[in-house]
């Protein structure tokens, strides 16, 4: 078991992050430990926090404030007004998060939201986002990412495409390297032991026999027996629009969905509040809580912690269990 704390990004300063990282220690500081990278000044007026100096000194800092590893980004916080000059801060809050899990000082890796144009118009940053960050980080070429919530977990094989792209990129290699990252994370990460995933058909009706769409039929399913055979326990390709009540969900452990909202919308109805995004194939637990900067409530005390308080409970579980 590793007890070691979470390692809590900043997140974009000008969003709800700030305004989450103390209601996130106010509601956890006695059910697990974790500790904030990130700008003190940030956090609002009256945060009760502690800064320290190392990883290992946030468990006994828990019970006084929120740990906060100080990262000083030399600009003020203005709610709903992203900063360049922030940028950098934010860049080396992941980076720093990301080093001191890899050195064994913290258990994973939580992030807070980020928004992509400040850190491109601050840092030249050349990543679509956290997820293509992380993998750079960690050194590794494919990851997937995965959303849970106590209701359900979805992964798209496919994500920030256009629809009409789906077809095209969706490949039968592509498709098992999905199944294969997910059983082996639902295994390592989620210990379970013989995982059960249940794979959606890209077209309405799994194709109908051919009649609503071939791909089932040519590529799909055979590739579902080749793996079945090879161990894997597959359902599908099952029709989309069956898969998800209460009773389908019951039978497996994850679905693999073919494009983004064939995946999100589910999870999202059934579970909104709750979601978490993980990332799958990283050397390392990450999660991040299922919802973007809100810069449209910054400041205003409108932030919900729902999501960030399932993703710190989920890296706590997933890297101590």
């Known amino acids: 078991m590793n007890t070691k704390p979470v390692a809590l990004t900043c997140g974009e300063p000008a969003g709800i992050g700030p305004e989450l990282a103390p209601m996130l220690w106010a509601a956890l500081k006695d059910e697990l430990s974790f500790f904030l990278v990130g700008d003190p000044s940030h956090l609002p007026e009256g945060s009760a926090y502690v800064e320290i100096n190392t990883p290992a000194e946030a468990p006994a800092a828990m019970a006084h404030g929120l740990p906060v590893l100080a990262l000083h980004m030399g600009a003020p916080r203005v709610p709903s007004v992203p900063d360049p000059a922030h940028a950098a801060g934010v860049i080396k809050s992941i980076e720093r998060a990301v080093a001191l899990v890899e050195e064994g000082e913290a258990s994973a890796v939580c992030t807070l939201p980020i928004h992509k144009k400040a850190l491109k118009d601050g840092a030249q940053f050349a990543f679509p986002g956290h997820t293509e960050f992380l993998a750079h980080l ?35 290699e592509g498709l098992r390297r999905v199944i294969e990252i997910t059983d082996t994370a639902l295994r390592d990460q989620f210990h379970i032991a013989q995982p059960r995933l249940a794979v959606a058909g890209l077209n309405p009706h799994a194709g109908e026999g051919g009649t609503m769409g071939r791909e089932e039929i040519d590529w799909i399913a055979p590739l579902l027996d080749t793996m079945r055979a090879e161990g894997f326990e597959l359902r599908g390709p099952l029709p989309a629009d069956t898969m998800f009540h209460a009773a389908a969900r019951a039978s497996y452990d994850a679905a693999i969905c073919m494009y983004h909202d064939q995946a ?55 890297a101590n269990t």
């Not at 070429?141 to 496919?158: G, I, N």
Request: proline content about 9%.
């Open 264 to 318: 999100l919308i589910p999870i999202k109805t059934l579970d909104f509040d709750r979601g978490v995004n993980v990332t799958l194939g990283l050397p390392f637990v990450r999660t991040s809580p299922d919802h973007g900067t809100a810069f449209d409530i910054a400041g205003k005390g409108l932030a919900n912690p729902s999501s960030s308080l399932e993703a710190l409970r989920l890296a706590w579980k997933m």
């Open 138 to 172: 960690a050194g590794v070429e494919h990851v997937v990412m995965m959303l849970a919530s106590p209701a359900l977990r979805v992964v798209p094989a496919t994500i920030h495409i256009a629809l009409a792209d789906v077809p095209t990129v969706l490949t039968p």
